[in-house]
């Protein structure tokens, strides 16, 4: 089952402009963890936030949690077309969870036009 | 450095075949280790993991099986695939989850 849904599905913007994506959960989390993936390929991490943490920078991302209404939002400033992938979030739940499992959501579809 | 390795990067079965998929972790010892899979355009599922040799959950019924026959290797198999088996297989590992995880490149999976 899935553990986030992301929104919007799809976001096509220009070169140089800001992309944002949002990510929604429902139960309790330790971390949120973004990832990208090309298509075709394995994923790559990006960043991972606590669940005590409200706000993270990575380079030209920029990640944001509220626990209280169980979101995050995934900030890439200054797009450039290599960052043209889909966006994935992710939870590791709060509980005393077997595994350290990783739940992800459907994705984010972005297209950074040159 | 770690570095994870998964092969064949594609596959195509007959129905009915069988199969085996290999994952192995270079550079750490005792990682946990995962496979998900992925339907096309989709979020990832996953299906199995392994916290230790010979220790397997997993969290969908199915017709696939995991094994871990030595702490960085993570085998998924199965008897008798079937159409719907068909997708893009990841095998990732961590040490916990403190750490992101790290992926293997994927096996595109057909089975006609």
């Known amino acids: 089952s899935q553990q986030g849904e992301e929104d919007p599905q799809a976001l096509s913007i220009q070169e140089g402009e800001n992309a944002t994506m949002n990510c929604s959960y429902k139960?309790?989390?330790?971390?949120l963890q973004w990832y990208r993936q090309n298509s075709g390929r394995g994923l790559v991490h990006l960043i991972l936030i606590r669940s005590n943490e409200r706000e993270k920078h990575s380079g030209r991302l920029r990640v944001t949690l509220d626990t209280s209404k169980k979101s995050s939002s995934l900030l890439i400033t200054a797009s450039r077309a290599a960052d043209t992938a889909s966006y994935f979030c992710?939870?590791?739940?709060?509980?005393?969870?077997?595994?350290?499992?990783?739940?992800f959501g459907g994705g984010t579809r972005v297209l950074v036009k040159p | 450095s770690q570095t994870i390795h998964q092969w064949p990067a594609t596959l195509v079965q007959p129905v009915g075949s069988p199969l085996s998929l290999e994952c192995t972790v270079e550079g750490t010892s005792n990682p946990n280790l995962y496979w998900y899979r992925q339907a096309a355009g989709r979020g990832l599922q996953l299906l199995f993991y392994?916290?230790?040799?010979?220790?397997i959950s997993s969290e969908v019924p199915q017709n696939l099986s995991a094994s871990r026959p030595q702490d960085r290797q993570f085998i998924l198999s199965s008897k008798k695939l079937l159409l719907s088996d068909s997708g893009f297989y990841l095998c990732?590992?961590?040490?916990?989850?403190?750490?992101?995880?790290?992926f293997g490149s994927g096996t595109r999976l057909t089975v006609v």
């Open positions: 992710a939870t590791v739940a709060g509980i005393k969870a077997a595994g350290n499992k990783l739940t």
């Open positions: 990732a590992w961590t040490w916990d989850k403190s750490y992101g995880y790290t």
């Open positions: 392994s916290v230790g040799i010979g220790q």
């Open positions: 139960t309790s989390i330790n971390n």
